[in-house]
Structure formats: structure tokens, C-alpha cells
């Protein structure tokens, strides 16, 4: 079992930074995988970030490249994703979620293959 729980959300101008915290509980971080992904009201989950177990490699959303960075720091149980030059596009909420059946250096870009999900927060870019 792994319980994640997302920090760090709140309104920002665009142009501005924002940087959202997943921590885990249960399971060592450094076993799983883990992602972020977002939902605006009336659209699909689309994939923002992930990072494999060992931190080495990580995988980003074609609209969010070169803005945001995903990060882990496995001693704090902890997973970032930083983000600058906000758009009022990122509105959304961010879930984080935990994939525990990759190999350690992969991730997944799939929603269906992360086994536990926090509660989402919310990012609201204003224009």
C-alpha cells in the first residue's frame, strides 16, 4: 500500500512558478515509479511528468517540455514537479501517482499503469 498526498498548489499569474510536492507514506519511494498527470474541468487526464525509481531517467508531456521538471528525493519519501512560465492552459487539478511494476529505470506515460493515486491539488493560472 502507498498513500500520497500532493502539496503545493494555489493561484498564480502567468509567466509565474509554482512547485507541487508529492510525499508517500507506506512503501520506500525508491521502489516505484512515480507520475504526474493533471485534469482541467471537461477534459480527459492528460500525462505531465514521470520519473523512474532510481531518478535517472524522466519523461515529460509534449506541452509541458522545457517548462517543468520532475524530481525525486527518495530519502524524504518525496516527489517535485517544478514548475515555471505558468499558462492559464495548466489550470487543472495535479494528481501524483505510484507505479510499483516498472523496472527501476522506467516510467510509464499511462494513467493505467500507476497502481495509487493521491487526492489531486489545485493549480489555478489567471491571465
Known amino acids: 500500500q502507498v498513500q500520497l498526498v500532493e502539496s503545493g498548489g494555489g493561484l498564480v499569474q502567468a509567466g509565474g512558478s509554482l512547485r507541487l510536492s508529492c510525499a508517500a507514506s507506506g512503501r520506500a519511494s525508491s521502489t516505484y515509479a512515480t507520475g504526474w498527470f493533471r485534469q482541467a474541468p471537461r477534459k480527459e487526464r492528460e500525462f505531465v511528468a514521470a520519473i523512474s525509481w532510481n531518478g535517472r531517467n524522466t519523461y515529460y508531456g509534449d506541452s509541458v517540455k522545457g517548462r517543468f521538471t520532475i524530481s525525486r528525493d527518495n530519502a524524504k519519501n518525496t516527489v517535485y514537479l517544478q514548475m515555471n512560465s505558468l499558462l492559464p492552459e495548466d489550470t487543472a487539478v495535479y494528481y501524483c501517482?505510484?507505479?510499483?511494476?516498472?523496472?527501476?529505470?522506467?516510467?510509464?506515460?499511462?494513467?493505467?499503469?500507476?497502481?495509487?493515486w493521491g487526492q489531486g491539488t489545485q493549480v489555478t493560472v489567471s491571465s
Open positions: 501517482a505510484a507505479d510499483l511494476g516498472k523496472l527501476p529505470h522506467i516510467a510509464s506515460t499511462f494513467s493505467s499503469h500507476y497502481d495509487y
